[in-house]
């Protein structure tokens, strides 16, 4: 089903309360909305509506795409599909198609949320070879933080030719550049479901406790009968838990003791962990180990601290075995390898059915129990729960 009237609408009305003085400019528009055609329909003339996706990176830059149509620089976007369920699912799925960015790598941006940050109506050259007159295209423009510091671009070749990053003041589209310019972009992801993406028919949103070390994804589709199937599946990059939360993180001098302190115990272990790319299993120990664990992925080897009660460890590969240098009241070498035969146990999961219960809680699980852990998190904000 394409975008419900109602929908697209309301982000229309929440548009022009955030700027009134655009009403005149978007009168085509308005217009189409009141008329029975389809308006997502690239069928529908004079004119329909297209989305594009306005991804940001870590250092401020806008991706831009160059489209073999029309040859200029462009975000990614494009037309709608009979199954994209909102305006924004579009962007999503075109920025996926175009430049090969997967929906779980994107947040959506603080300063626009779900609603469009420009709403841009242009001409269109006609189209002899598509059999398409000159038309209008309204393209709602949705915001995107990038997750990662960075990524690998797979471009479409059939669509566009090339993947540039700009500076926010050389954003091509000067209505676009003009309200990215005016917002504020340094505020954190939303605190809760910040990263709700409707894509190709599934709800997808980061899951991250306090700890930034083990992220995941939780997917929600809903069957052709009308079921839900969800999952929770272990990711390398989310955003971090947001404002409200209490996050936790390794100091530099806390890190420089993990590293270099003799520790007040050490031995040789013959027991082997799972990777670092077993992702599946460090979730699980996010949950299921009583949170308060961070591990400095900049270090050489194993190296994880529980900012809470200054404990540590450090495990390094060796002929014998396991070189283990470790402070504190917890075991935390103990902890992981009694956690990782459970792991095993269920079957070394990446990934884990998530349940819904009457009562609004979740619960996340192996496919044969073994491993469980709740996600119920009335208020997440103030409980610091997940973000």
Not at 226 to 253: K, M, Q, Y
Not at 291 to 311: K, T, Y
């Amino acid at each position: 089903m394409p975008p419900a009237r109602s929908h697209i609408r309301e982000l229309v009305t929440a548009y022009l309360d955030r700027h009134p003085g655009e009403r005149p400019a978007l009168g085509p528009l308005l217009k189409a909305l009141d008329a029975p055609s389809e308006i997502t329909s690239r069928a529908t003339l004079p004119g329909h509506i297209t989305c594009s996706a306005v991804v940001i990176d870590h250092a401020g830059r806008v991706l831009h795409v160059r489209h073999n149509a029309s040859g200029g620089l462009l975000a990614p976007g494009g037309h709608g599909e009979p199954d994209d369920a909102t305006l924004m699912a579009t962007a999503v799925r075109e920025v996926h198609e175009e430049t090969g960015i997967p929906p779980g790598l994107l947040c959506q941006s603080a300063a626009f949320c779900h609603e469009p940050a420009d709403i841009d109506i242009h001409p269109i050259d006609a189209n002899p070879a598509k059999g398409e007159p000159a038309h209008h295209h309204y393209d709602f423009r949705f915001v995107f933080r990038l997750v990662p510091p960075s990524v690998e671009t797979a471009l479409q070749a059939e669509e566009v030719s090339a993947a540039v990053w700009l500076p926010l003041d050389q954003v091509t589209s000067p209505t676009l550049r003009e309200k990215l310019l005016g917002a504020d972009l340094s505020a954190a992801p939303e605190p809760v479901n910040a990263s709700v993406i409707i894509h190709d028919g599934a709800l997808l949103t980061h899951v991250t406790t306090a700890s930034p070390s083990w992220p995941a994804l939780a997917v929600v589709e809903r069957t052709a009968d009308g079921t839900l199937n969800s999952e929770v599946r272990a990711v390398e990059f989310a955003h971090r838990a947001g404002h409200g939360v209490d996050r936790i993180w390794l100091t530099e001098a806390f890190r420089h003791r993990i590293a270099t302190e003799p520790g007040a115990w050490t031995y040789v272990s013959a027991r082997e962990l799972p990777s670092s790319t077993d992702r599946g299993f460090w979730l699980a120990a996010d949950h299921l180990l009583g949170g308060g664990l961070v591990r400095d992925f900049g270090a050489e080897h194993l190296a994880l601290g529980a900012p809470g009660c200054g404990s540590w460890l450090r495990a390094a590969p060796g002929e014998q075995g396991w070189h283990v240098a470790a402070h504190g009241p917890r075991d935390i070498w103990a902890e992981l390898h009694d956690l990782a035969d459970r792991w095993r146990a269920a079957g070394s999961p990446d990934r884990y059915r998530l349940d819904f219960t009457e009562d609004g809680g979740q619960r996340v699980s192996s496919a044969n129990g073994v491993l469980a852990w709740p996600l119920s998190a009335p208020n997440p904000v103030e409980e610091g729960a997940f973000s």
